[in-house]
């Protein structure tokens, strides 16, 4: 089950998101579904296209399966998602 507790550690592929911060204010209010995830990239699909946004570059509000809303650094989702499970995190 995903939890804000421990969602670093998990699938986020499927989930509804939105940038909230980015280095690149184009990237700010981006939002939609996470369709895809490579180890330094997310790939959000919008309502008209797929916008793909650099992991360390950005703060995403991600929406949990039971409605709650979690914000995560980008930082912490560099890595490829079946590294992120091995992956050693700092508490946050």
Avoid at 57 to 65: F, M, R, W, Y
């Amino acid at each position: 089950m995903i939890t804000p507790s421990n969602i670093v550690r998990h699938e986020i592929i499927g989930l509804r998101a939105k940038v909230v911060q980015a280095k690149n204010a184009a990237n700010i209010g981006i939002a939609g579904k996470i369709v895809d995830e490579s180890y330094k990239t997310i790939t959000i699909e919008t309502k008209k296209v797929e916008k793909r946004v650099f992991k360390d570059a950005i703060t995403l509000e991600v929406e949990l399966p039971d409605g709650k809303k979690v914000e995560i650094e980008g930082n912490l989702l560099v890595a490829r998602p079946w590294d992120r499970i091995k992956k050693k995190l700092p508490k946050w």
